[in-house]
């Protein structure tokens, strides 16, 4: 059953359950919301990771007004090499028009929900600095640490220095001391 926010009900969705036309309902929003990235979201409707699962708000006409893609990664953490499995939030958005309702919070409820009923360690997040008061009101705490990503091109390197990391506790209250090694491209 979708949890209603309004007039918007939410829908998590498995990933071998999007159709090709959600998909493409999908990435005609993002290109709404990321029109830095227009080209990008034209194209395929995940960023560098595919999603496992998604968080899709439709308003009563069926159309998406909100959404995110959730990642599931095993990540790797400290000097000890913790595994951690995480959720990681990948294109967290909403429609202007329905902005400022709280439909973001209701939105990540519903992600960190399912990421527990998974038995997922962690949220895992990477947002701009000006980003972490609104995360923050949801729960998210900023982590000073640094995290690596590995990737063809350069290898095993910093994530971009332009992004915060944000931390959501699930089965895990906290995570372990150290570097964080994502064990693969960042999301
Ligand atoms: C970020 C976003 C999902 C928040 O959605 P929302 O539904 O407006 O969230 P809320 O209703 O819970 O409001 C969150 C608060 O954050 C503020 N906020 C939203 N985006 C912000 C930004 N980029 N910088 C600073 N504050 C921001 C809002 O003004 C609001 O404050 P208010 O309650 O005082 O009005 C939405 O602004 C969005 O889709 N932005 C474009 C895509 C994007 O940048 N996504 C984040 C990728 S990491």
Redesign the pocket.
């Known amino acids: 059953m979708p949890t209603k926010h309004n007039d918007i009900s939410l829908f998590v969705i498995k990933e071998q359950d999007i159709t090709p036309k959600l998909d493409r309902a999908i990435r005609e929003m993002l290109v709404v919301?990321?029109p830095a990235d227009r080209e990008y979201y034209q194209r395929q409707s995940f960023w560098h990771s595919p999603a496992v699962y998604r968080i899709i708000g439709k308003n009563d006409k069926g159309s998406i007004v909100?959404h995110t893609a959730i990642v599931q990664r095993a990540v790797i953490i400290g000097p000890a090499l913790s595994k951690v499995r995480v959720a990681g939030i990948q294109?967290?958005?909403?429609?202007q028009d329905?902005?400022?309702?709280?439909?973001?919070?209701k939105m990540m409820s519903a992600a960190m929900d399912e990421g527990s009923r998974r038995s997922l360690d962690a949220g895992l997040?990477?947002?701009?600095e000006?980003?972490e008061?609104?995360y923050g009101?949801m729960g998210w705490r900023k982590l000073d640490t640094a995290v690596y990503m590995t990737d063809d091109k350069k290898g095993k390197n910093l994530i971009p220095s332009r992004n915060i990391t944000m931390f959501y506790p699930l089965n895990a209250k906290q995570l372990p001391a150290g570097d964080i090694d994502l064990a693969g491209t960042d999301w």
Do not use: D, I, P, T
Not at 91 to 95: I, K, P
Not at 98 to 105: D, P
Not at 125 to 128: D, E, I, N, S, Y
């Open positions: 919301c990321f909100a294109s967290f958005c909403v429609l329905y902005r400022s309702m709280g439909l973001s919070n997040l990477f947002c701009r000006q980003l008061k609104v009101g």
